[in-house]
């Protein structure tokens, strides 16, 4: 689904954000990006979405991609919910063309993986932060995309929707969806990727099966903090997680 080969980003007169990063991914498998604030993991992913130009190697894509920006525009227009998933839909629609059964279909079925098919008639710059990425997370799955692509879904999030919002990726992984998603947060990655690419500096990088790369050392030196993997065995739980050490 993605090759890249010695793939390497930086703006005109500018440093490389990024340079000679080389990774594949299959289909169906889930991809997390990690790294500290303003490392070039959102240039990175605009390189795969298309609206950012490497300026060397090279970048193979198959399918067709769907976007999850991290912030979620603020709209004064009179959009529902349904309307802001329709749009989703555009790809599928010939020019001047209405939404159809089918595009209506979809959308309310992608609203209500993320439960939350009770907005479809509430306007959507009503919603919160939160509320308002869970519709644009709908709109990208009412796409039909091969690719889904993320930037850090879960940031505007509380812990039941984040929770809801992780396991709603891992079934679409499982169905079939090839994902990429930007984060913060490690122990996503254990819980939803199969590989994992840690960018370390514009020139270095790891690249691998998501056990490997998210080992304690790994995280300590991407974050310069004390980070540790557990595995949690209690109440019923058998859980792996990391977690930062605060003194």
Excluded at 16 to 29: A, C, M, P, Q, V
Excluded at 94 to 115: Q, V
Aim: aromatic fraction near 8%.
């Amino acid at each position: 689904m993605i090759t890249a080969h010695d793939l390497g980003f930086r703006y005109p007169s500018g440093s490389w954000i990024f340079k000679d990063y080389s990774f594949h991914l299959k289909r169906g498998e889930a991809l997390a990006i990690l790294g500290p604030n303003g490392r070039g993991k959102t240039t990175l992913l605009r390189c795969l979405l298309g609206t950012a130009s490497p300026e060397r190697g090279s970048l193979a894509l198959g399918g067709s991609r769907g976007y999850v920006p991290q912030h979620a525009p603020v709209s004064f227009l009179s959009y529902s919910v349904l309307d802001m998933v329709l749009m989703g839909r555009i790809r599928h629609m010939g020019f001047f063309a209405s939404p159809g059964k089918k595009d209506f279909s979809k959308a309310r079925e992608a609203l209500e993986k993320l439960n939350i098919l009770d907005f479809e008639n509430r306007p959507f710059f009503e919603l919160s932060g939160g509320e308002r990425q869970l519709v644009l997370i709908a709109r990208a799955l009412a796409s039909e995309c091969s690719l889904l692509l993320l930037d850090e879904p879960t940031s505007a999030l509380d812990f039941r929707n984040e929770k809801m919002l992780l396991g709603t990726m891992k079934r679409m992984k499982e169905e079939g969806l090839t994902l990429v998603f930007t984060t913060h947060a490690p122990h996503q990655a254990i819980h939803v990727a199969d590989k994992a690419l840690l960018m370390f500096s514009p020139e270095e990088y790891l690249w691998g099966p998501v056990e490997e790369a998210l080992s304690d050392i790994h995280l300590q030196r991407l974050y310069g903090t004390d980070i540790r993997k557990i595995h949690v065995r209690d109440h019923g739980l058998n859980l792996r997680t990391i977690i930062p050490i605060y003194c």
